[in-house]
């Protein structure tokens, strides 16, 4: 039976109360930062000019320091240096891969660490982003899921990581109003760290930020939130959100997810599938991408193939094959590119698109599944690393 009340974790997400000096205004929403600013003085009738202003010197300009808002009066500017702050995780260190992949190993509060990938293609750029520190799920096929959940990031910290980027690629110079199409930073996934339906008011106060038009104006059709299965918030994420949705699948039964996806035991092949179906917002023109991580003698077979067209029958979708991303300690191995090909054919023979992502940045471990914070893994006691690196 499925609870009543919404399953996120957010009990876990710190400050678990307001900090005493000045707030971070990165990440408030424009009813929060609305009853901020009425806090500190601003007469009722300026408080919403007032909002449109920081709001696009931070999240249109990439500015964060209120002495170069210079639209403010200078006698405002000083309240509001005296009241907040503008502040995005520390970037601790920054990988670059030989095919124009980065990854970025990110401090937050607390000194907690996640990591965000930008990945650069011909026509776009994407940058895939966490939404926890570590992950409750231990999919067995993830190397993210070997870290214990910490805690879930704040609004300003997923709203951060994709500042951060921008920084790095320069981007505020580069952005012309809100044509997309010249953007490097043009798509976002939620394909990183943790489970972003078990911080789901986190992510939706972020992405809200993320789509307006005087915020970082991305189209809710260039954002994807991916999801392992969390069934009763599937719908909620189309009323409250409306990205677009992608499935952590990787199975067609449930002996077999219940292994590589151990949050099937709780919501089975059959309640996921009837979920997705229910879906608000399932159309030809926004179709739910199923993700399959394609593991050898697990997962490959023709028969697999056969029975994900089957169990997907009906639903507008996508199949993004991705070949498995080896990590030190796995378990598993990469299924031969031949057997790839064959499974592929199958489901673009029903009628499915089928591509084969492409692994980028494998050689600074950014590709799907294998992120984890390097300083976690380096406080592991040496019998772990042992364990995992075989040295």
Same mark, same amino acid.
């Given at each position: 039976?499925?609870?009543s009340?919404p399953?996120?974790?957010?009990?876990l997400t710190?400050?678990? #109360?307001l900090?005493?000096?000045?707030?971070n205004?990165?990440g408030?929403s424009?009813?929060?930062m609305?009853?901020r600013?009425?806090?500190?003085?601003?007469?009722?009738?300026q408080?919403?000019?007032?909002?449109?202003?920081?709001?696009?010197?931070?999240?249109? %300009?990439?500015i964060?320091?209120?002495?170069?808002? #210079?639209?403010?009066s200078?006698?405002?500017?000083?309240l509001?240096?005296?009241?907040?702050?503008?502040?995005?995780?520390?970037?601790?260190? %920054?990988?670059?891969?030989?095919?124009?992949t980065?990854?970025?190993?990110?401090?937050?509060?607390?000194?907690h660490?996640?990591?965000?990938? $930008?990945i650069?293609?011909?026509?776009?750029?994407?940058?895939?982003?966490s939404?926890?520190?570590?992950?409750?799920?231990? !999919?067995?096929? !993830?190397?993210?899921?070997?870290? =214990?959940?910490v805690?879930?990031l #704040?609004?300003?910290?997923?709203v951060?990581?994709?500042?951060?980027?921008r920084?790095?690629?320069d981007?505020w110079? +580069?952005?012309?109003?809100?044509?997309?199409?010249?953007r490097?930073?043009? +798509?976002?996934v939620?394909?990183g760290?943790? &489970?972003?339906?078990?911080?789901? &008011?986190n992510?939706?106060?972020?992405?809200?930020?993320?789509?307006?038009?005087?915020?970082?104006c991305?189209?809710?059709?260039?954002?994807?939130?991916?999801?392992s299965?969390?069934?009763?918030?599937?719908?909620?994420?189309?009323?409250?959100i409306?990205c677009?949705?992608?499935v952590?699948?990787?199975?067609?039964?449930?002996?077999? @997810?219940?292994?590589?996806?151990?949050?099937?035991? =709780?919501?089975?092949? &059959?309640?996921?599938?009837?979920?997705?179906?229910?879906?608000p917002?399932?159309?030809?023109?926004?179709r739910?991408t199923?993700? $399959?991580?394609?593991i050898k003698d697990v997962?490959?077979?023709?028969?697999d193939a056969?029975r994900?067209? %089957?169990l997907?029958a009906?639903i507008?979708?996508?199949?993004?094959l991705?070949?498995?991303? &080896?990590?030190?300690?796995s378990?598993?191995?990469?299924?031969?590119w031949?057997?790839?090909? %064959?499974?592929?054919?199958i489901?673009? @023979?029903?009628g499915?698109?089928?591509?084969?992502?492409?692994?980028?940045?494998?050689?600074?471990?950014?590709?799907c599944?294998?992120?984890k914070?390097?300083?976690?893994?380096q406080?592991?006691?040496?019998?772990e690393?042992?364990?995992? #690196?075989?040295?």
């Amino acid at each position: 039976m499925e609870p009543s009340l919404p399953i996120t974790q957010d009990l876990l997400t710190v400050p678990r #109360t307001l900090p005493s000096g000045p707030i971070n205004l990165i990440g408030m929403s424009r009813s929060l930062m609305s009853e901020r600013l009425l806090g500190i003085g601003t007469p009722k009738k300026q408080v919403r000019m007032r909002v449109t202003q920081i709001w696009q010197w931070i999240y249109q %300009k990439g500015i964060r320091n209120f002495a170069e808002m #210079t639209n403010l009066s200078k006698s405002y500017r000083d309240l509001l240096i005296d009241n907040f702050v503008i502040e995005v995780p520390q970037v601790v260190s %920054k990988q670059c891969s030989k095919d124009g992949t980065r990854k970025y190993l990110l401090r937050l509060a607390g000194g907690h660490e996640v990591e965000a990938v $930008y990945i650069p293609e011909e026509d776009r750029g994407t940058l895939c982003i966490s939404s926890q520190v570590g992950c409750t799920l231990t !999919c067995s096929f !993830c190397h993210t899921g070997t870290q =214990k959940l910490v805690r879930n990031l #704040t609004a300003g910290e997923i709203v951060g990581q994709i500042l951060i980027a921008r920084d790095d690629l320069d981007e505020w110079t +580069n952005v012309n109003g809100t044509n997309n199409e010249i953007r490097l930073l043009s +798509n976002v996934v939620l394909m990183g760290m943790g &489970e972003p339906l078990y911080n789901f &008011e986190n992510v939706r106060d972020a992405l809200k930020i993320v789509m307006d038009p005087e915020g970082i104006c991305l189209s809710r059709k260039r954002i994807t939130l991916s999801t392992s299965g969390v069934v009763p918030e599937i719908s909620r994420t189309a009323d409250e959100i409306g990205c677009l949705l992608a499935v952590s699948f990787h199975g067609t039964t449930d002996e077999i @997810r219940d292994k590589l996806v151990p949050i099937n035991k =709780k919501w089975n092949i &059959e309640t996921l599938i009837k979920a997705l179906r229910d879906y608000p917002r399932l159309s030809n023109s926004e179709r739910i991408t199923f993700e $399959y991580v394609m593991i050898k003698d697990v997962n490959d077979s023709e028969m697999d193939a056969f029975r994900l067209i %089957k169990l997907i029958a009906g639903i507008p979708a996508k199949i993004n094959l991705i070949p498995f991303n &080896e990590w030190p300690g796995s378990p598993y191995k990469r299924s031969d590119w031949s057997q790839i090909k %064959k499974f592929a054919d199958i489901i673009h @023979r029903a009628g499915y698109a089928s591509p084969v992502r492409t692994p980028r940045g494998e050689d600074i471990m950014a590709a799907c599944g294998q992120l984890k914070s390097e300083t976690e893994r380096q406080r592991k006691p040496r019998k772990e690393i042992t364990f995992e #690196t075989g040295i």
